[in-house]
């Protein structure tokens, strides 16, 4: 069946360094992957998408690339903040209909 | 310009009663869907629809019924509620034009 793996569900690094999040996925070819940010008590917020034709996108601080054949994509942000502090998600798309399924997320704090 | 709107935020239900989430939105999208969000699960599709009068099975139907007579609405029902219902509910929707998926705000459903 298909899978997502989300490298740990914690992550904690120092201001002004790069974070960097892992999104694994099994039994899938997704064409496209898309990654979401979720503050507390509210919904997903969409960041950016990355098709299977690109290996890397970039927007501000945020990078992200996509390795079809490790299975795998890599979500950095670079001169992090507190502010960005949040569980990031991951969501190959799969199937018809654009279904996203989505990893369980990594939290990510960002300590000053 | 709202863009997804659940209602209601927050709902206590005893088991066996019945419901129903509203998810409104005002940006035209064709494609809706019902999240569920539990600790440890992330996000698991319940039920889509790819446009006005269609709905389709997703990860996890049971026990809910869906119905989308204009665009705009996208209904969750619950038939009989269980214990194992409570839980975050998440509604999202998308276009064919725009890949990133929009979310409401969120439910927080709690059946004992």
């Known amino acids: 069946s298909q899978k997502i793996e989300q490298n740990s569900e914690a992550l904690n690094i120092q201001e002004g360094k790069t974070a960097t999040l892992t999104c694994n996925y099994t039994n899938y070819s997704p064409a496209y992957l898309q990654w979401y940010r979720q503050d507390p008590g509210r919904g997903p917020v969409f960041l950016l998408l990355?098709?299977?034709?690109?290996k890397e996108k970039r927007k501000e601080r945020l990078k992200v690339t996509f390795d079809t054949t490790l299975k795998q994509s890599l979500f950095h942000i670079t001169a992090s903040q507190p502010a960005d502090s949040a569980t990031y998600l991951c969501a190959p798309y799969s199937g018809s209909a654009r279904q996203l399924t989505f990893g369980s997320g990594t939290q990510l704090t960002v300590l000053p | 310009n709202a863009g997804v709107t659940q209602t209601p935020k927050f709902r206590v239900l005893k088991t066996g009663q019945s419901m129903t989430l509203l998810c409104a939105q005002d940006?035209?999208?064709?494609?809706m869907y019902w999240y569920r969000q539990d600790p440890g699960m992330g996000l698991r599709l319940i039920h889509y629809s790819v446009g006005e009068g269609t709905t389709a099975k997703g990860e996890v139907p049971d026990g809910y019924n869906v119905s989308r007579l204009k665009k705009q609405n996208f209904l969750l029902g619950l038939e009989s509620a269980a214990p194992s219902q409570t839980s975050v509910y998440f509604c999202?929707?998308?276009?064919?034009?725009?890949?990133?998926?929009?979310f409401g705000s969120g439910t927080r459903l709690t059946v004992v």
């Open positions: 990355i098709r299977e034709n690109e």
């Open positions: 999202a929707s998308g276009s064919m034009a725009d890949y990133g998926y929009t």
């Open positions: 940006m035209n999208h064709e494609y």
